[in-house]
């Protein structure tokens, strides 16, 4: 059993799968792993969801194009995440964004047919598969509520009282780069520096290389 198979026995939403049952499926091809490099497309928005995808490792990203023709992150998948299940029994079964590889990733695709087999068979998948789709559709409803709709100092400032209780300090400090960051926030590097100084300039924040000092309550 080489790497990807053992991430792949324990996928939580394959939990109540035998390791015997997970291997068949892959030999008979009804489970299939794909690889993609970084940066590389997995879905493009309108292309058609066919199958329920389980990201076994790496990092996948949803984007969207911004008015100037950029691509920004609107949300982030890790191991263990899904794709297209809450797509793949729709009547308009597509991607609604384009879907990339931010990591080099691995991902294990079921087939329609076979997960409508194993709702089936196994009752306590299907219930499992329900819990784990609702979950996962709130979370990337609530990573999209807090990218569209809101200006960069409404996100910037989430961003900023979020880290501030993680680190339980008002001066932050950046683990990641200003355009790491830009792109979580679904911003152009550029639009966040002006944004940045901006508040600065109001009063609201001082910052360096390496922190972001709050100077407001929160």
């Known amino acids: 059993m080489n790497q990807n198979e053992l ?15 997970i291997s068949l499926y892959l030999k008979e091809g009804r489970f299939k792993f ?8 997995i879905h493009f928005e309108g292309e058609p969801c066919t199958t329920l995808e ?27 995440d899904i794709l297209g299940g809450n797509l793949l029994f729709s009547k308009s079964a ?14 294990v695709s079921i087939e329609k047919e076979l997960l409508f087999e194993l709702f089936c068979k196994h009752p306590s998948f299907l219930r499992l598969y329900l819990e784990y789709v609702a979950d996962h559709t709130a979370i990337l409803g609530y990573k999209l ?20 209780k993680v680190q339980d300090s008002k001066r932050i400090t950046l683990t990641m780069t200003k355009k790491v960051l830009a792109e979580k926030l679904g911003v152009q590097r550029t639009s966040l520096s002006r944004e940045l100084t901006k ?7 001082i910052f360096d290389s390496e922190s972001i000092t709050i100077l407001f309550d929160n």
């Open 145 to 164: 509520k807090n990218h569209i709709g809101k200006s960069i100092r409404e996100n910037l400032i989430a961003f900023l009282e979020h880290e501030s």
């Open 34 to 41: 794909a690889s993609y490099n970084e940066n590389a497309v």
């Open 7 to 21: 991430l792949l026995n324990k996928a939580i939403l394959l939990q109540e799968l035998t390791s015997e049952d």
């Open 199 to 205: 508040m600065k300039m109001d009063g609201l924040i």
């Open 54 to 80: 389980i990201i076994i490792s790496g990092e996948i990203v949803v984007e969207r194009l911004d008015e100037a023709g950029g691509l920004l992150i609107i949300a982030e998948f890790l191991s263990d």
């Open 94 to 107: 597509v991607f609604p964004m384009t879907i990339t590889a931010k990591k080099s990733s691995v991902i």
